[in-house]
């Protein structure tokens, strides 16, 4: 299969260290994305950031359990395949841009898969994914984001 590369842009009503805590809260994804059946972290960096981290999703009926490695900067996370049943390859990069209303969340992707599909199926996981990778950050970081602002401890 050829490479599937995608990106895209969200502004996001959340201060930046709110996305920060939903993208380094990678074992609560289950309970907002739905393409994440579990997620466990396997190690962290020497700065306590998730480094290597299994899970199982499923997108457009397609199941797989894979291993990535993630990278850390101040401004973005950039993580890599190094295992998986169904992908060759994987990258994507988060980067965290500030804004004077809350930030703006950057992404790019690509996936190589090991299995043919079709088109149509590909596409439809391409948008599920990135759907989750944009819309689903922004919900969730924007829900903390209130609690927060009530007094909440998060």
Not at 54 to 79: A, F, L, N, P, Y
Not at 125 to 140: C, D, F, H, P
């Amino acid at each position: 299969m050829a490479e599937v590369h995608a990106s895209a842009r969200i502004d996001i009503d959340a201060a930046p260290e709110t996305v920060w805590d939903v993208l380094t809260d990678l074992e609560a994804f289950p309970t907002w994305s739905r393409i994440h059946e579990e997620v466990r972290i396997e190690s962290h960096n020497d700065e306590g950031w998730p480094e290597r981290v299994w899970m199982k999703m499923s997108v457009v009926g397609i199941r797989d359990e894979q291993v990535v490695d993630h990278s850390w900067t101040d401004d973005s996370v950039s993580w890599e395949l190094v295992s998986g049943g169904v992908q060759r390859a994987q990258r994507g990069t988060y980067t965290i841009i500030p804004t004077e209303t809350g930030c703006t969340a950057e992404l790019e992707g690509m996936v190589d898969l090991i299995i043919p599909l079709p088109k149509l199926v590909i596409k439809q996981g391409q948008k599920l994914v990135m759907s989750i990778a944009t819309k689903g950050i922004k919900a969730e970081a924007e829900k903390r984001q209130k609690r927060i602002d009530a007094g909440e401890v998060v």
